[in-house]
């Protein structure tokens, strides 16, 4: 049982916009960052948002994140067969001082 | 090239010990906190443990505190977990990822432990 939640399953077709919510506590999401993973089958995982909405160099604007409250939200706009990955959101809980994922959520491009 | 290697999964009978070596290239990871992160076969990610750069602060998960030691040697641009009284539960893969959540998140490919007899 992760601390952050997330839907097990998400799915939409070519073009479409995607939302996943992670959804945590005031220990969590509500007073840090909260930073957006995507790991595709077999690879490692890459950061796609940290700090709530920044994205890295190289990682297209097709993706945005966003916090609110103890909730996070990861947007994929325009939605391409390669997004098909499993996605996590992480932030730093102070009440077990260390980093708490959600348990993931699966992309599938229909 | 810039990047962050695992090294030293093995596969190791239940009780025993392991150390992993999380070795950069590229840049200097003294600058970063480093993180290790588990993941079980089929399973999601499951943080374990930070070093801060100073060497000093390090923070751990319930679940390994006690049993992982996490050190680091600057001048080797590397950082160790160090793993006893190993259990079925650990195995997963382990990677390491230089400032976990910030703008220079960069994770390695990962090593694998495997714990059975």
């Known amino acids: 049982q992760s601390v952050l939640t997330q839907p097990p399953s998400a799915s939409g077709t070519p073009g479409q916009r995607v939302t996943i919510s992670c959804s945590g506590s005031s220990s969590n999401i509500e007073s840090d960052y909260v930073c957006w993973y995507q790991q595709l089958p077999g690879t490692a995982p890459k950061v796609l948002i940290y700090k709530n909405d920044q994205r890295p160099s190289g ?3 097709r993706f945005s994140g966003s916090k609110s409250g ?5 947007v994929i706009s325009g939605l391409r067969s390669e997004d098909e990955a499993d996605y996590y959101c992480a932030g730093w809980d102070g009440s077990v001082s260390g980093v708490v994922f959600g348990g993931g959520t699966k992309l599938t491009v229909l | 090239e810039v990047q962050v290697v695992e090294s030293g999964g093995d596969i190791v009978q239940p009780g025993g010990s392991l150390r992993l ?3 950069a290239s590229g840049f200097t990871l003294g600058r970063y906190s480093v993180h290790w992160v588990r993941q079980a076969p089929g399973k999601g990610l499951v943080w374990v443990s930070r070093i801060h750069p100073d060497g000093i602060r390090i923070d751990y998960a319930g679940s390994v505190k006690g049993r992982f030691t996490v050190s680091r040697d600057n001048a080797k641009n590397t950082v160790y977990l160090q793993m006893n009284s ?3 539960e650990d195995t997963a893969v382990y990677y390491c990822a230089r400032d976990q959540g910030g703008e220079d998140d960069m994770w390695g ?4 432990v495997t714990v059975s007899s």
């Open chain 1, 59 to 61: 990682v297209v604007d």
């Open chain 1, 70 to 74: 103890t909730s996070a939200s990861l």
């Open chain 2, 21 to 23: 070596s999380c070795a």
């Open chain 2, 86 to 88: 190993l259990r079925a």
């Open chain 2, 109 to 112: 490919q990962g090593t694998m």
